[in-house]
């Protein structure tokens, strides 16, 4: 299973991005799709979580300015990201966990989006 991000850019600060994740390959089902972010010099961490039952969760930075969905018929989650702050600036990645007998925990490749004062 392997996964393509995309959507990221330069963007000025106030300003949205959305970005995309297609799965592809031998899928049955995803369980939780996440976005993670990695700042220059500080260590990953969570952006957002969906299930695919539409659950979902956020950091509390993100929280009332990102929104994650995702397509089950697609296998493609987006983040929709609102109101950018120059802090937002990272590399963004997704992460597709399934569970059971074809189980996978894969991650795309990446996305920079830097995000200008």
């Known amino acids: 299973v392997q996964l393509q991000a995309s959507g990221g850019g330069l963007v000025q600060a106030g300003g949205s991005l959305r970005l995309s994740c297609a799965a592809s390959?031998?899928?049955?089902?995803?369980?939780?799709m996440r976005w993670y972010r990695q700042a220059p010099g500080k260590k990953r961490e969570l952006v957002a979580g969906i299930t695919s039952g539409g659950s979902t969760n956020y950091a509390d930075s993100m929280q009332g300015r990102f929104t994650i969905s995702r397509d089950n018929i697609k296998n493609t989650m987006y983040l929709q990201m609102n109101s950018l702050k120059p802090e937002d600036t990272a590399v963004y990645y997704c992460?597709?966990?399934?569970?059971?007998?074809?189980?996978?925990?894969?991650w795309g490749q990446g996305t920079l989006v830097t995000v200008s004062s």
């Open positions: 390959g031998r899928i049955r089902s995803i369980n939780v």
């Open positions: 992460n597709a966990l399934a569970f059971g007998s074809y189980g996978f925990d894969n």
